[in-house]
């Protein structure tokens, strides 16, 4: 669904700030990728939505280069960032309903509402503005989109930094749904323990470079600690 | 332009206050605006009604007098002498008569006299009849439905704009739609096209109330040709602004930023180059002091007298009534006296006049290509012509005065020479004056050359600014 | 601790790209201003001044005629320049620059220089005045927008306030940092303005108005201290440099550009003025028929010769000592007088009304207050034109009743025939217009110097008001 072919970024003359990325994320998939700041885990991203431009290989969403079929390809993704951010003086319905239409989806209201109530957000909750919101019900109504558009793949950057392990929790439980349903995920995160819960499989980036990917299945949260910081200090 | 940016801008705006803040302030501004150019109207239009009634009065009273055989209200040689008809019983205003849209824009209505009077004596020391304005309120200039758009429209309309795409940035919500399939360029356009389309219909709507009220006559006189061109600088002016603000957005740099760049660019289109090219034209074409002239004409004046044989006629020329009876005889060569020092004065002092004339035609001629320099000037020169009240509907009412003035002398000069006296039917074949309006075509052809000269630079802007927008920076 | 703090501010401001930009695009401006000002004063100048002299040489050369006939042709006053001029053009372009004086008639001055101009000065002349009225302030709000605000919204604004600076403290030095930024383009621009242009011109006439330079200086810096403070409180008011921007910007296009005219209309409404028909007719009518519309001047002379004939003891006026037609003469214009000085009078005096409407209107926009104690100094305001004006006429009447006097008493034998020439040419004195000395300027825009003040220590207090009670966000 996802893939990334050699994929590099070069700023300028200095170090490379994504360096030769293979990876693939398939559908159904939970793909967590760990880094400390300035690794590359956002350029990644900006890379797949065609933010930027790579400076060698590709990146490619169900089969179609980014950069050559930049509108097609963003009609199978969504997108989350870290701060979610949206109209803050209409609702959270209206911004629904405003971001559906911009990727050519139009639903009815009650429709809408279902897809809110999907995310865990009460009718009263949608109708109200934006600003009033807890970064939680941000980040549910970027679900919301996701799945209003019928992405069928997500990316989300650090997704859980800032909110409490309860919403935290609830959101693990979102994205296990929607891979259940065959998205593919594609996660940035700081949160091991998160990465552990929620990943199918984990990634380790460092200075650009992908240096490992294993499967969370039986995974511990202390090996994945012990091979996360020994990766950090190599 | 797709719709649903378009109904999401609406909702913002509305939520947002600054769009009930721009429309408060047209209301006010244009409200305003147009009120004070209807009132000024309104008194030149009164004064040349005085001034022809005065006439009109004044050429009965002295037909009647005549016809009647009537004795003279004043001692005087004769009130029934051509000469003193023409000089100045019977003398003539020519008025130039405010345009049918002349309260949109003041222009040079306010520095220049609206009538002249006109009798058999020459026009080039004529006490010039402007109206008697404060000086410090010709300094301030007006606020005109022309003022509020060449200066206040730019700032509402940049107000409106200058964050354009960097507010959507600093919020975020720019990553979240283009994240969906719209490319970046379609949700500028349709950004700005929204914008351009509430601002403009707000103005014009808001400016055709504001004539409606004002009593206005939207139809009269070849008016309606005019809204229409009116219509069309306002809005090749608007666009001007909304592509600068596209393309100022399109650098990539943040709100403020964009802000300060903006009001930079207002500052400099709308104040500085104006009075650059002021001072440009009166330097390249300097137009010398009429006290230069002034002192040129008495010494023509002077020379002229010189050559009069008689100086006592010199005397009774300014104090007729103080010639004893029994002197008629040498009245016929007073008149021809006088008479040839007249022309001789006229005749020196054309090629001095037509120095300053040639000057100031030569500044015109200049402004006029360098006002492209800033749409300002082009907009505010194009209000003046389609008001009618620029220099060249000036210098057209100025030549037809001189045409007038020909007339009138050609008429009273022969029966001047020929001691004539006036009969009450002479009374009807004096020259009447009427004012014709200059073609249109040329005030068409201006206004269609400024609008190029508008909506060029636009697109140039607009270009630059789309293109621009390709290395865009998302990842602010 | 003042010190510090403006060193900081100052150095943060200079290194500024955007400031820089801005402040050579003023200095560039502001030396052009002053320089083209300056050469066309010294142009214009000459011209007045030669002129004057040659009206002066056309009156002595007169041929010998009757004196009343070198009455009508009279002569001319014309306005001399002032050297500040070359700084505030003020309203010189909008009113004439010589009036004629000429027996029976007061008349308007002509030689308008507005009238001789395309429409684009209509925009604004640039001259030295308006680039310290208008632009100066503009950078100032550029400079200081974003003092208080943006250092709020990078965080080191809490940092600061930590450190427990004092608020006033905190003001001062702020204010004194922008005011040093600003002086880098004000110095050594005004230096070289006034330097060059009183090396160049002569030299007496500069140093006389060295005065007036000091005191224009002063007023202007007041003027830049509101403004500093002004954007100061804002900066630290708002809620966030963008606001702060947007609502500087928004007084500064009141101040300068709004408040103007709605002030010129607003002074226009409440003391309409007549209409140019109006004027000339009523002075025809009042003339015609005395100013209660019902006397005659023709009984008045009447009613003046039988005197005089009695004075002198005689039957016919023929037989009088001197010529009654001096007499009848002087007669005329006294009649004509009482007219002029009424219309003149109440023109004059809904004029001065109305400029004081616009000088109390400074309390809104302290833009008109500088604006009217600039033009003041530089001898280029309304009130000087009209004291020329007055004086004009003065020796207009001075004029006219010399020759008249000439006619009545030397013109007695001769009658009609009397003719004379040089000699009575040469006792009209020359015009000359004395100099107004400061006092008398600051007499007259007293009240814009007062708003003035107020306005700097409002804003002083306000400054000091806000940085008190500043949100460290």
Known sequence: MLEAINLSKVYGSGPAALDGLNLRVEPGEIFCLLGANGAGKTTTINLFLNFIEPSGGTAKVKGLDVTQKALETKKYLA???????????????????????????????????????????????????????????????GIAIALAKKAEALLLDEPTSGLDPKASNEFSGLLQKMSSEGVAIFMTTHDLFRAKETGTRVGIMKQGRLVDTFDTEGLQLTDLERIYLEHMHD | MLIQIVKNEWRNLTADRTLWWVTFILVVAIGYGVYNGTSWVHFLERSIEEALQDEHDRLAKAQHTVANGLEPERESRSPYSARYIGRRMGLRYAYLPPGPLASLSVGQSDLYPSYFKVNTQSTQRQKRHSELENPNHLL??????????????????????????????????????????????????????FRALIVSVLVIGLSFLAFLLNGINLFGDGA???????????????????????????????????????????????????????????????????????????????????TEARLLSV?????????????????????????AAEMKVEESLKPVLARYDEQLLKQQGQVNRLRFLSPAIVTQEALNEIAGTGLARYRHFMSGVEAFHQEWRAYFVPKIFDMYEMTGPDFDEIPPYNYVEEPQGRVNRYVRVALVGLILPTLGIFALGLFKLRSYPLTG | MIRTIAYKEFLEMVRDGRLQWAAAIVFVLLLTA???????????????????????????????????????????????????????????????????????????????????????????????????????PLLIILVSFSVFAGEREQGTLRQLISLGVQPSHLAAGKALGVAGALGLVLIPAAGIGVVAMTLLTDLAAATADLGRMFLLGVFYLIYFGFFIGISLTVSARARSSRLALVALLGFWIFNGLIAPRVASDLSRMLYPG??????????????????????????????????????????????????FAGVRLQMNEDWGYEVFDKFYGDLYANFRRQNRVQQIAAVFAPFLAIRSLSMGLSGTDYYLHQDFAERAEMHRRLEIKIINDDITFKGAEAGREYVNGIDVWEKVPPFEYQVKPVSWVLGNHGLSLVILLLWFAASAGLLCWATGRIEVG
């Open chain 1, 79 to 141: 997108y989350i960032p870290e701060q979610v951010m949206l109209y803050r003086n209409l609702s959270g319905l209206e911004n629904l309903e405003y971001f559906s239409s911009l990727a050519g989806r139009h639903y009815e209201q009650s429709e809408l509402f279902g897809f809110f109530e999907q995310v865990g957000l009460t009718t009263e909750e949608a109708t109200k503005r934006v600003s009033a919101y807890s970064k939680g019900m941000r980040q549910k109504v």
């Open chain 2, 140 to 193: 301030t200039s007006r606020f005109d439905l022309a003022f509020v758009i060449v200066y206040l429209f730019p700032l509402l309309i940049l107000a409106l704009s200058y964050n354009l795409i960097s507010s959507e940035r600093e919020q975020g919500t720019l990553a979240m739609v283009l994240s969906q399939p719209v490319t970046l360029r379609q949700f500028v356009v349709s950004k700005i096209g």
């Open chain 2, 224 to 306: 309606s040709g005019q809204l229409l061109r009116w219509i069309a600088i306002v809005l090749a002016y608007s666009a001007f602004w909304f592509s600068l603000a596209v393309a100022v957005n399109a650098l990539g740099k943040n709100s403020a930023t964009n802000a300060i760049i903006l009001a930079g660019m207002w500052l400099l289109f709308v104040v500085v180059v104006p009075s650059a090219v002021s001072l440009v034209v009166k330097n390249l074409y300097p137009v010398p002091t009429r006290v230069e002239f002034i002192v040129a004409s008495r010494e023509a004046s002077m020379d002229a007298r010189a």
């Open chain 2, 315 to 339: 005397f009774y020329e300014d104090h007729p009534e103080l010639l004893p009876e029994g002197e008629e005889a040498d009245m016929e060569e007073f008149d021809t006296l006088q008479w």
């Open chain 3, 34 to 136: 002053l320089a083209v000002g300056w050469s066309h004063y010294q142009e214009i100048s000459a011209q007045h001044e030669l002129s004057q002299k040659t009206v002066r040489n056309q009156w002595l050369n007169q041929p010998e005629q009757n004196p009343h006939s070198g009455a009508h042709y009279g002569t001319y006053a014309v306005k001399p320049k002032t050297f500040l001029s070359s700084i505030d053009t003020g309203v010189e372009p909008y009113v004439g620059a010589a009036v004629w004086l000429e027996a029976h008639n007061q008349n308007q001055f002509e030689a308008r220089p507005a009238e001789d101009a395309t429409a684009v000065q209509r925009f604004g002349q640039l001259t030295a005045a308006v680039v310290l009225q208008l632009f100066l």
């Open chain 3, 274 to 323: 007549p209409s140019s028909f109006e004027f000339e007719s009523g002075i025809t009518e009042a003339i015609a028929h005395g100013l209660d519309g019902k006397s005659s001047y023709r009984d008045v002379e009447r009613k003046r010769r039988a005197e005089v004939m009695a004075q002198y003891g005689v039957d016919n006026a023929r037989d009088l000592p001197i010529n």
